[in-house]
């Protein structure tokens, strides 16, 4: 028995052992008792995971890839999954820290990431491949073109990584695209507990008009009359670090 990638799931299954051998090990297996893989596809990197220590519990949506894990590998029964990755309850659920891996569909890339910041608290750290621009936008810094929105909101809670890229004839059927592997190692930021809402809304209306200046990008939230003269306003998005941003939220935040 074998699966077929599914169009409309995104599914691109990775051939070849050494590069899957490598993504496990990108992970660290230190202080956390459960590893959450994102979308087995057959295995490839399930094979690795089983071996170690940690409970594995598989987020898969595809019956077909379910049937044939429970086939093919005598530690994956029925109990091992918990559906869509996107819809799992993490409150509720993982009872204890979780790490997240997988292979993931270019489809849902970006909704994966902000589903882990959202939950941070529970996820200590996540190896994942990703289509390579995603990969790189999420690992960029301060004035390049690839530092935006997910730069920022990712990096608010993670250090991030860029581990390696994968080219397309690695897998079947290849993509279109070259993929890349980033880690994640939760290193949240001081000053941002409380405060995530304003965060983000700063962020995003700051880059969402990246070329204008802060000043004006961010006249839609009514910026406090204590900092209408902040040296940061001068400044388009894209010139602020991180950790700019998390001290212009405090500000803003104090003085509102």
């Known amino acids: 028995m074998s699966v077929k990638?599914?169009?409309h799931l995104g599914q691109h299954f990775l051939t070849d052992e050494n590069i899957a051998r490598k993504i496990v090990e990108g992970l660290s297996f230190e202080k956390y008792g459960n590893i959450l893989e994102v979308g087995p596809g057959m295995g490839v990197l399930t094979k690795y995971l089983i071996e170690k220590e940690q409970h594995l519990y598989l987020a898969e949506i595809d019956h077909e890839s379910i049937e044939y894990l429970k086939e093919n590998y005598s530690k994956i029964t029925e109990k091992s999954f918990v559906g869509d990755f996107l819809k799992y309850d993490f409150p509720n659920s993982a009872k204890e820290q979780t790490a997240i891996i997988g292979n993931f569909p270019?489809?849902?890339s970006s909704q994966i990431?902000?589903?882990i910041i959202d939950h941070y608290e529970l996820i200590p750290e996540m190896v994942g491949m990703f289509q390579k621009e995603v990969a790189e936008r999420t690992a960029a810094v301060p004035r390049t073109k690839d530092y935006g929105i997910l730069s920022v909101l990712?990096?608010?809670y993670y250090d991030v990584k860029y581990l390696f890229t994968v080219h397309?004839?690695?897998?079947?059927?290849?993509?279109k695209v070259k993929s890349g592997v980033i880690k994640l190692t939760r290193n949240p930021k001081e000053g941002l507990a409380g405060n995530e809402i304003i965060f983000k809304q700063i962020v995003k209306a700051g880059f969402n008009q990246r070329r204008k200046k802060l000043s004006n990008a961010l006249?839609?939230?009514?910026?406090?009359d204590a900092l209408k003269t902040h040296e940061f306003l001068d400044k388009r998005a894209e010139?602020?670090?991180v950790s700019d941003f998390i001290?212009?939220?405090k500000l803003w935040k104090d003085n509102i």
């Not at 397309?168 to 993509?175: H, K, S």
């Open 5 to 7: 990638a599914k169009k």
């Open 113 to 115: 990431l902000f589903k």
């Open 168 to 175: 397309e004839n690695v897998f079947n059927p290849p993509p």
């Open 106 to 108: 270019y489809n849902i």
């Open 154 to 156: 990712v990096q608010a």
């Open 247 to 249: 001290l212009f939220t």
């Open 219 to 224: 006249k839609i939230l009514t910026i406090p």
């Open 239 to 241: 010139e602020l670090s």
